[in-house]
């Protein structure tokens, strides 16, 4: 008889298969074969298992209730994403090449993007991407209520639905956090507070 292949022995363990096909691979088995006979061992094995497993009662509610809340996956941001956005507009862009020599005012190489989304103005300062990495430092700040507090707002970096980096601001209303490599990544300040949210790209 021809070796016998494994989906073969998995409907003979089964009794799943005709019962002349049944009698062949017994032959087989009788015959000595080292080889399927461990195949068969084996099998039979986890369709026990399977068996036991199956016979198990159910297990309490209370049990899988407590068992949830022990392994409750941390919550998404996705709330952010039902935030009414605000539009920003740029309305100072400095590069850093365009900054001539002996300038102290930034860091040296940085660039710095100013926007102002409704009643609101983001000032930011991006350093150049290097090896090491780089940050953003920026603030936020309400030109309509200046004494506005601020603090503990949200800010995320997002690219692809995916959140890359988050922090809040302080009580400045002022934030750092580390720039992505993404160049279609998105610093995202999250105004829950209004219900709102601004979205600026950050493009490399």
Not at 95 to 111: I, T
Request: negative net charge; aromatic residues 6%; hydrophobic residues 40%.
């Amino acid at each position: 008889m021809r070796h016998v292949r494994v989906f073969e022995w998995t409907d003979y363990v089964r009794h799943l298969c005709s019962p002349a096909d049944r009698e062949l691979m017994q032959v087989h088995l009788d015959s000595g074969c080292k080889e399927c006979g461990e195949m068969v061992a084996w099998l039979n094995e986890i369709v026990y298992i399977a068996a036991e497993e199956a016979s198990l009662a159910d297990v309490p509610d209370e049990v899988v209730t407590r068992a949830q809340g022990i392994f409750c996956p941390p919550e998404r941001r996705t709330w952010a994403e039902r935030l009414e956005p605000l539009i920003a507009n740029l309305v100072l862009e400095i590069r850093p090449e365009w900054q001539v020599a002996g300038v102290r005012s930034g860091a040296v190489g940085s660039g710095r993007l100013l926007y102002r989304a409704g009643d609101y103005a983001v000032d930011l300062r991006l350093e150049p991407l290097g090896p090491e990495g780089s940050d953003i430092v920026g603030q936020i700040e309400s030109e309509r209520e200046p004494k506005d507090n601020l603090e503990g707002v949200v800010v995320q970096v997002v690219a692809s639905g995916r959140t890359l980096g988050e922090t809040e601001t302080n009580e400045f209303g002022e934030f750092m956090i580390e720039r992505p490599e993404d160049g279609k990544a998105v610093l995202r300040i999250v105004l829950s507070h209004c219900g709102h949210r601004i979205d600026l790209p950050l493009q490399n």
